[in-house]
Nanobody, 124 residues
């Protein structure tokens, strides 16, 4: 069992930066791949970024070069560093844990555990 709690969301202007954090609890956390998804009002949940247990990363095309996912297994933390934010990045951001590999990590079905989400709002 893994419990996930996100933090770090907020209101930021276009071009600004935020760092989202996801605190994980559970003895097997380090063996899970971790992902970030987001959901804007009226839209489906979409993949943002993922990191494997060994540190390999994969990103949604629209955030490549702007967002960076990282993990600190010693602290049971996952981070999403977001730079050059745009109004279209506005969404509820979720942290998730799963056991998929590679491109599997881009689909929500590959994840077993989810946090409650943290809101990111980018003003124009």
């Amino acid at each position: 069992q893994v419990q996930l709690v996100e933090s770090g969301g907020g209101l930021v202007q276009t071009g600004g930066s935020l760092r989202l954090s996801c605190a994980a609890s559970g003895r097997t956390y380090s063996s899970y791949a971790m992902g970030w998804f987001r959901q804007a009002p009226g839209k489906e949940r979409e993949f943002v970024a993922a990191i494997s247990w060994s540190g390999g990363t994969i990103y949604y095309d629209s955030v490549k070069g702007r967002f960076t996912i990282s993990r600190d297994n010693a602290k049971n933390m996952v981070y999403l560093h977001m730079n050059s934010l745009k109004p279209e990045d506005t969404a509820l951001y979720y942290c998730a844990a799963g056991r998929g590999f590679g491109v599997e990590l881009t689909t929500a079905q590959s994840y077993d555990y989810w946090g409650q989400g943290t809101q990111v709002t980018v003003s124009s």
